[in-house]
């Protein structure tokens, strides 16, 4: 079965440090990847896509991520984090020809200490 | 403009009882997708609407339901509700039906509590 996964329910990480989410994808051929951040109270937005080429991409606000193949893996990392930056984060995946069906992880709760 | 809204905001059912959630995409998207969030997860996929024609269908029973309008707006309709249907129920919208080429915004979503 096509799965995502968010192996850190919670991370805390101080302000001005870097950070790095984990994610990792099950499915039968590479499947197109996308981070999505959501605040309290508000929907998700788009942070960053991979469809094909180069495997580090950049995204909104600072978020980069790189996928990686041979780990079935796609982390997001940012070089500093900001106070702003506290929300959940989730991971998801769209099979080729799977429409607007996008598969989620569990998301990862980000907290930053000052 | 005005990104995607959804009402209620808020809603309180009791179990039994039948829900309608409602949905207007940003102007000029066509696709309308329903996401149910229960707290602590991650969104699942319930529908996909394009041009008011069914596109997909997640792994959700047939008390699930929805339907998209003429002008692109969309209800997802529950009927005999259940405890587990208390959930953030999120509406997505895009101008195409591939999210691989173009990009879903999502609403800010209806908390449905069930008691």
């Known amino acids: 079965a096509q799965s995502v996964t968010q192996p850190d329910i919670h991370i805390t990480v101080s302000e001005g440090a870097s950070l790095e989410l984990r994610c990792n994808y099950s499915y039968g051929a590479t499947p197109y990847l996308f981070w999505y951040v959501q605040s309290p109270g508000q929907g998700l937005q788009l942070l960053l896509k991979y469809f094909s080429g180069d495997t580090l991409v950049q995204g909104i606000k600072g978020f980069e991520a790189e996928f990686k193949r041979s780990q079935s893996s796609f982390n997001l990392r940012k070089p500093s984090v900001h106070w702003s930056d506290a929300a959940e984060y989730f991971c998801?995946?769209?099979?080729?020809?799977?429409?607007?069906?996008?598969?989620f992880g569990g998301g990862t709760r980000l907290m930053v200490k000052p | 403009d005005a990104g995607v809204t959804q009402s209620p905001t808020h809603l309180i059912k009791t179990r039994g009882q039948h829900v309608t959630l409602r949905c207007s995409p940003i102007?000029?998207?066509?696709?309308v997708s329903w996401y149910q969030q229960v707290l602590g997860q991650g969104p699942q996929f319930i529908f996909q609407?394009?041009?008011?024609?069914?596109?997909g269908r997640g792994n959700f029973p047939d008390r699930f339901s929805a339907r998209q309008f003429p002008n692109y707006s969309s209800e997802l309709n529950v009927n005999a509700l259940l405890l587990g249907d208390s959930a953030l129920y999120l509406c997505?919208?895009?101008?195409?039906?591939?999210?691989?080429?173009?990009?879903?915004?999502f609403g800010p979503g209806t908390r449905l509590t069930v008691t």
């Open positions: 102007s000029g998207h066509k696709s």
């Open positions: 997505a919208s895009s101008p195409r039906s591939q999210a691989s080429l173009y990009e879903q915004y």
């Open positions: 609407y394009y041009e008011k024609e069914e596109r």
């Open positions: 998801a995946a769209l099979g080729v020809n799977a429409g607007n069906m996008l598969t």
